[in-house]
Structures are given as structure tokens and as C-alpha cells.
């Protein structure tokens, strides 16, 4: 397993990505296998009640699904609502302090400082901020949630947009005051294209966070449902093996959600370079 590790760093460094890949197929079978034979257990000192089988793990979200895909729908609605929103939020925070430096620079520090903001305080402190949202449970959590999302991913775009708004090359700049061009025409023709690459770059970091942002947020919701709330429940019920299964999902969802992002990227990108 160490030899196979080594080679799929080696070939990542060396531009291999064929090879890199195949040494990947081979390090998820070597682990797969060691899992399934519980040498991973083994070497961990464990046993199959605390970390399943994955054979046990599959048949669990095979036999609920229906009852799964309740929680997973709501943990990618706030997910997508909160990354969604925040990255809007977080564009126009850049724009603002890009047309209007003097006022809009400072949004940038206390948007960051909100970022530093760990997870595990921030749900709390929304849960009994928005108690008097709705009269519905279900709503002040869903509020609640994307709230926590929300706030994490501005930061990230903020700062990214800004970057790419600004940092313009100096002919491109000579180039439309050439023209002539109102400072609407700059942003629109010039400031607004340059910033996609750095959108995309802020959307790497934001995608997978608001994932893990909804799921910790859904530990403290109040309303029960999701399915970082799932796992919880779970562990606290000692069902480790439903706990593994939704940490499965868990995972699927982080990976879906960045699979789309590089789809969405890749036809981007070619329309704007």
C-alpha cells in the first residue's frame, strides 16, 4: 500500500496523469480490500461495530434510501441556497469596494473577520437569532443553516473578486482609456471578464466548505432533519454503522457539488478564454 502511494505521488509531480490515475484505481482497491478484510481494523485496533464494513455500509444506504434522500435533500438545498447567495453577496462586497474604495475597503477586513468565526459558535448563535423567524420549525432551521453558509462563503468570494477586479494588466487599462471608455464600459468590458478565473478560484474553496458548514450546522438545528443531524443522532444512539453511511453520503455530496463546479468551469472558461 506505501509502494502504490509513492507511485501516485510521483506520478502527480512528474505530469504522469495516466499513470496517476491507474495508481490511484489501485491505492482505492488496496484500501477497499484492507477495509473488507478488516486489516484496517487490525492496525487500528478496532472492531466492525465502531467502523463498519463497507459491504455493511452499502447494504444500510441501499435498504434506506428513501428515508436518506429526505436528509440529503435538505443538506444540498442549504448548501446550494447558502454557497449561492453568499457568493452573490460576497461579488458585490468586491464591486463595492472596487467603485468605491474609500467606503467598500472596509467591508473587506470585516468580511474576513466573519470568516475567522469558527462553525461550531457561529450555528449556535443563528439558531437563537432567528427563533422568532417562523412560527414553523422547520423554517427558522432552514433559515438558520443557510445563515451559517452563507456567511462562510462571502468571505472567500470577497476576496477573490477583488483580486480579479483589480489586478487588470496595464496595457489592457491604457488600452480602453484609449478608447475613451466611461467607467462602466471598463468594468463591464474589462474589470468584469478578468474576475471570472478568480470566481471560479474563490468557488473551489466555497464549494466543499459550504457543504461541511451545512452538515456542523445541522448538529445544533433545531429542527431535526439533515444529514449532518443524521450522523449525530446516530453516533449518539450508538448506530455507528447508519452514522458511517450518511458520513458516506456526507462525502457524495462534497464530491457532486465539486464535480458540477469543475463542469460549469470547464464551459465557462472557454466562452471567456
Request: some cysteine; glycine content about 4%.
Amino acid at each position: 500500500m506505501r509502494i502504490i502511494n509513492r507511485k501516485l505521488r510521483n506520478n502527480l509531480f512528474t505530469g504522469n496523469f495516466k499513470a496517476a490515475k491507474k495508481s490511484q484505481q489501485n491505492f482505492s482497491a488496496a484500501f477497499f480490500i484492507l477495509w473488507q478484510s478488516q486489516a484496517i481494523h487490525a492496525i487500528l485496533r478496532t472492531d466492525v461495530f465502531t467502523l463498519p464494513l463497507p459491504t455493511r455500509i452499502a447494504a444500510i444506504i441501499h435498504d434506506n434510501w428513501s428515508a436518506m434522500l429526505v436528509n440529503i435533500k435538505s443538506t444540498v438545498m442549504v448548501s446550494a441556497i447558502g454557497l449561492s447567495v453568499g457568493s452573490v453577496i460576497g461579488y458585490l462586497v468586491a464591486v463595492l469596494a472596487t467603485m468605491a474604495p474609500k467606503w467598500g475597503g472596509a467591508g473587506l477586513p470585516i468580511v474576513s473577520a466573519f470568516n475567522a468565526i469558527p462553525i461550531v459558535a457561529l450555528a449556535p448563535v443563528m439558531t437563537n437569532w432567528t427563533k422568532d423567524v417562523s412560527n414553523q420549525p422547520e423554517v427558522r432551521s432552514m433559515v438558520a443553516k443557510i445563515l451559517v453558509v452563507m456567511i462562510v462563503s462571502i468571505a472567500s468570494m470577497s476576496i477573490n473578486a477583488y483580486r480579479g477586479l483589480n489586478e487588470l494588466k496595464s496595457f489592457a487599462k491604457d488600452m480602453m482609456a484609449s478608447y475613451a471608455a466611461t467607467k462602466r464600459q471598463v468594468f463591464f468590458k474589462l474589470q468584469m471578464p478578468n474576475s471570472v478565473p478568480y470566481i471560479f478560484t474563490a468557488l473551489k474553496v466555497s464549494t466543499p466548505n459550504a457543504v461541511i458548514s451545512a452538515i456542523v450546522s445541522e448538529y445544533f438545528a433545531e429542527y431535526i432533519v439533515g444529514v449532518g443531524r443524521e450522523i449525530r443522532e446516530n453516533i449518539v444512539q450508538a448506530q455507528y454503522s447508519t452514522a458511517w453511511a450518511y458520513i458516506v453520503v456526507a462525502c457524495a455530496i462534497g464530491i457532486i457539488f465539486y464535480a458540477v463546479l469543475m463542469i460549469v468551469e470547464a464551459i465557462v472558461m472557454k466562452k471567456y478564454h
